[in-house]
């Protein structure tokens, strides 16, 4: 059985370790956290071991903390490091490379320049068994992570003939947890947003891929509106659409007025965390202008990312064939079910 380490409970740390927990491979040792606040009661609460920074163990007097994250690492095969954005660099460099450790990272990192902490994005459906053997691999983002689920089936299906591909993304301003956070009553615009090298740094740097990005104020889903050029007539939107029909976490929705009636539904299902994990293609909006196919889906920000740091732990660690670690994250997660429930609630 290998040790696992989630260093780091904010929205994606928290998410993750208490899907792993269930994980009968691995042993899940504790979770690092950096702030002495409510968190840490949660999930103290919820069974798990806290660990905290050796120089910051006086500020968590009044807590029952197991110890520090110095300490207890050395005892692991793997960390997962969910820490806040760019505390992952100072990691890497103090913990993980002295220890010998290998380690996750989430998107808030770099994978390149000065504070890059891995040499790749890893995306399970594009380079999955890329991520064997290496001790240090960055997650994508959210947004990375949905482009890929998208344009990898686009890839397959049409090659060249996709002659550039244009996305606007509207980034929600933070997370549902995030109550401390003003949303501001402003949409605020991204120069030169890191999506674009992100996606084709796992994608290729050939990918003809374009990218604006806007955060709007909402904590309800990212939105993508992606415009596919094609050279020559574009495929009609059914056959875009059928495209998706079999992939895994992709769901393909009808009806759906605005990204909290998708939130409202999970919340109501009982989805954990109001998370469905995937992606939502809305078909309606689907259109074609001549060599022009406009494609618009939602993403389920941090919870899209929690089963891929599941199939990249998997890779890492187990160097498991693709279809069975995405057999076994299907037994924790149960997407296929939240793809069915989905699309037979929001049906054409």
Known sequence: MKRVFVNGYGSIGSRIIQFIADDHDVEVVGVGKYSPDERVSDAISRGFKVFVPK??????????????????????????????????????????????????????????????????????????????DKQFVMQGSCNVTGMGKIIQPLKEKYGKKIKRLDATLLRRWSDLEDSKTVVKDSIEWSYNPHHDEDVKSYMGVD????????KVPTRQMHVHAMDVRFDGPAPN??????????????????????????????????????????????????????DVVKLTYSDDQTGIVVPENHLLMQAMLFKRKKEDAFRHTEELFHMYEKKRMLEAHFKE
């Open 237 to 290: 939107a059914q056959e875009i659409i059928n495209i998706y029909k079999n992939e895994y976490g992709v769901a393909t929705l009808y009806g759906v007025k605005g990204t909290k009636d998708i939130r409202d539904y999970a919340e109501s299902i009982k989805f954990s965390f109001k998370d469905t994990n995937m992606i939502h293609i809305h078909a309606d909006l689907t259109e074609v202008q001549d």
């Open 55 to 132: 120089n910051k163990i006086d500020h968590f007097k009044n807590f029952d903390i197991s110890g520090t994250i110095e300490d207890k690492i050395s005892d692991c095969d793997l960390v997962i490091d969910a820490s806040p954005g760019g505390i992952g660099y100072e990691n890497k460099k103090t913990l993980y490379e002295p220890k010998n450790i290998h380690a996750i990272f989430q998107g808030g990192e770099k994978i390149t320049g000065e504070r890059s902490v891995a040499s790749f994005i890893f995306n399970s459906r594009v380079n999955y068994e890329k991520a064997f």
């Open 207 to 214: 990918t003809p891929l374009f990218i604006r990005a806007f």
